[in-house]
């Protein structure tokens, strides 16, 4: 069966700094990968994937994931973080079976 | 206009009552979903349909029923209202199936409903 973890509950970064929210996955097959990100009282929303190709996604707000096969990893980057980055961080993966989510990392970005 | 919208966006009742929650979507999806998102934020998928079928029926106790009346609109239903159904219940949307090669699609959510059991 397909798996999600993300081993921190909390990542705590100082505005400006660059942020790390760490994903692991496992899954048979070739896995499609996601991050999403929550804010209070609101739906999640979709912030990149990974399908295939170029290791390094690019997606919205300035986000960015690296898909490592041999670590079984894609870990949500930005290179600075904002405030209004604070927010609950989902990663979550496909494989033969329905999208399977993280349980989330709080991100907090103090000012 | 919103994607995905859910009504009613708070519900507040007792135990033992029936209560439905409704989802409509306009992004022109074939695939729509029910999560349940408990008080520790883990995110599980309850059920999916597809063009007005059932697809996916995760172990949930047959007290939710799910229904789909167009492709479009997706309500769940739950009978018999417990604690522990004390949640925030997702809709969500996909282009297409959330499996294999056609899984690819991003889901869109709707900002959820917020489920108290007195």
């Known amino acids: 069966a397909q798996s999600v973890a993300q081993p921190e509950d909390q990542v705590n970064v100082a505005e400006g700094n660059p942020l790390t929210v760490k994903c692991t996955y496992s899954v048979s097959g070739n896995p499609y990968l996601f991050w999403y990100v929550q804010y209070p009282n609101r739906g999640l929303q979709f912030l990149l994937k990974y399908i295939t190709g170029d290791n390094l996604v690019k997606g919205s707000y300035g986000f960015e994931a690296e898909f490592n096969k041999s670590q079984t990893s894609f870990h949500l980057k930005k290179p600075s973080a904002l405030v209004s980055d604070s927010a609950l961080y989902f990663c979550a993966v496909i494989g033969n079976t329905p999208l399977v989510f993280g349980k989330g990392t709080r991100l907090s970005v103090i000012a | 206009d919103t994607a995905v919208s859910q009504t009613p966006k708070y519900l507040v009742t007792q135990m033992g009552n029936d209560k439905s929650i409704k989802c409509e979507q306009n992004l022109g999806h074939d695939t729509m979903y029910w999560y349940k998102q408990d008080s520790k934020k883990f995110l599980k998928i309850m059920f999916s349909y597809n063009n007005k079928e059932l697809i996916i029926n995760e172990t949930v106790p047959n007290r939710f029923s799910p229904k789909s009346p167009d492709k479009a609109h997706l309500n769940l239903h739950i009978n018999s209202l417990e604690l522990g159904d004390s949640a925030v219940y997702f809709c969500?949307?996909?282009?297409?199936?959330?499996?294999?090669?056609?899984?690819?699609?991003?889901?869109?959510f709707g900002d959820g409903t917020r489920l108290s059991i007195l």
């Open positions: 969500a949307s996909s282009q297409d199936l959330p499996t294999g090669g056609r899984g690819n699609q991003p889901q869109h």
